[in-house]
């Protein structure tokens, strides 16, 4: 499988979970990145395989594919080794709310073109695009450590004791929350999930920092 690229931006954290889970499925691949604050990812290339000019896109045989919720899944399918999202349809559902919540809930609201747009467009001074984002953090990460807190499911990682699709979302999540500075003494359920998985290579090997294109 080593003809899989993943086209990514060293400090997207998009991209940051789909490294996290083609290092857990040990699935071979090569990484072409782009500059995001520098619209390098809008050239024409990447455009004509992703119109919506957006970070991550897996290439291979041919196709492309976008969105990492939709990438990692993917790539649970195209190799049954080292399982991401558990068989049994309850457990799943558990496991994919978990990683929605972040998905659906953060990101979108705390993605690189928002803050952007916060800040350049309606003159947000950075004091108030850092309010912006510790804001979305708190509310969904509150209810997210109650969540984990409270489930007899939650092991060492977001679902038992073997990391997996959930932990592939919420580790550059709170990377991005540490950033940002938001307050996570909070979380204690949360921050011991990521000191677990973060003692991993699969996920330090994906940290931000340590990919080739890291500023």
């Known amino acids: 499988m080593s003809n899989i690229i993943l086209h990514g931006f060293w ?3 998009a991209s940051y979970r789909v490294r996290i889970a083609l290092n857990l499925k040990a699935i071979e691949h090569v990484q072409q990145n782009y500059v995001l604050g520098k619209k390098g ?3 024409e290339e990447f455009i004509s ?3 919506q000019g957006l970070v991550p896109a897996l290439e291979l045989d041919g196709k492309v594919i976008t969105q990492s919720l939709t990438i990692i899944e993917y790539l649970d399918h195209l190799k049954e080794e080292n399982r ?4 049994d349809a309850d457990e799943r559902a558990r496991v994919q709310s978990i990683a929605y919540a972040i998905a659906c809930e953060i990101h979108p609201l ?3 073109r928002v ?3 916060l800040k350049n467009d309606l003159d947000l001074d950075q004091d108030g695009v850092n309010t912006w984002y510790r804001h979305w953090v708190a509310i969904e990460f509150t209810a997210l450590e109650k969540k984990l807190s409270s489930e007899s499911e939650t092991g060492t990682f977001c679902h038992g004791d073997k990391p997996g699709f959930a932990d592939c979302f919420l580790i550059p999540q709170i990377y991005n929350a540490q950033r940002f500075e938001c307050d996570l003494s909070k979380y204690p359920t949360i921050m011991r ?5 973060l003692a991993l290579d699969a996920f330090k090997d994906a ?3 340590n990919q080739p294109d890291a500023l």
Do not use: F, G, M, T
Not at 193 to 197: F, H, K, L, P, Q
């Open 84 to 87: 991401l999202l558990p068989l």
């Open 11 to 13: 400090r997207s954290s």
């Open 193 to 197: 999930i990521n000191d677990a998985c």
């Open 207 to 209: 940290v931000p920092e």
């Open 41 to 43: 990812h809008k050239v």
């Open 110 to 112: 705390n993605n690189l």
């Open 49 to 51: 395989k992703n119109p």
């Open 115 to 117: 803050l952007q747009y």
